[in-house]
């Protein structure tokens, strides 16, 4: 099974920008679709944006225009621009084969006002 890493979680200011990277042990086209979910404290994990084996990507309408996923076929990367404090959360990496969820650990983005 594929292990996933995640990177580049930090603190930062409302209006930055921080870049997120997932780095896959498998090659990643081997894989339906992969993509970032995050979750806040006290709520459920949310999609962020995924990408599929086609390239048809798709956003939460909460991060569109700020957020751009991009991959390779060894890692996934969130390039996060304009940041909000309620982009605070832990940033999960993800890989999806059939019906099986691969996750990473996550990283915690902080976004203070």
């Known amino acids: 099974q594929v292990q996933l890493v995640e990177s580049g979680g930090d603190l930062v200011q409302a209006g930055g920008s921080l870049r997120l990277s997932c780095a896959a042990s498998?090659?990643?086209?081997?894989?339906?679709?992969v993509g970032w979910y995050r979750q806040a404290p006290g709520k459920q994990r949310e999609l962020v944006a995924t990408?599929?084996?086609?390239?048809t990507i798709k956003y939460a309408d909460s991060v569109k225009g700020r957020f751009t996923i991009s991959r390779d076929s060894a890692k996934i990367d969130l390039q996060m621009d304009s940041l909000k404090p309620e982009d605070t959360a832990v940033y999960y990496c993800n890989a999806k084969l059939l019906s099986k969820d691969y996750w990473g650990q996550g990283t915690q983005v902080t976004v203070s006002s």
């Open positions: 990408i599929n084996v086609g390239g």
């Open positions: 498998e090659n990643l086209f081997m894989y339906n679709v």
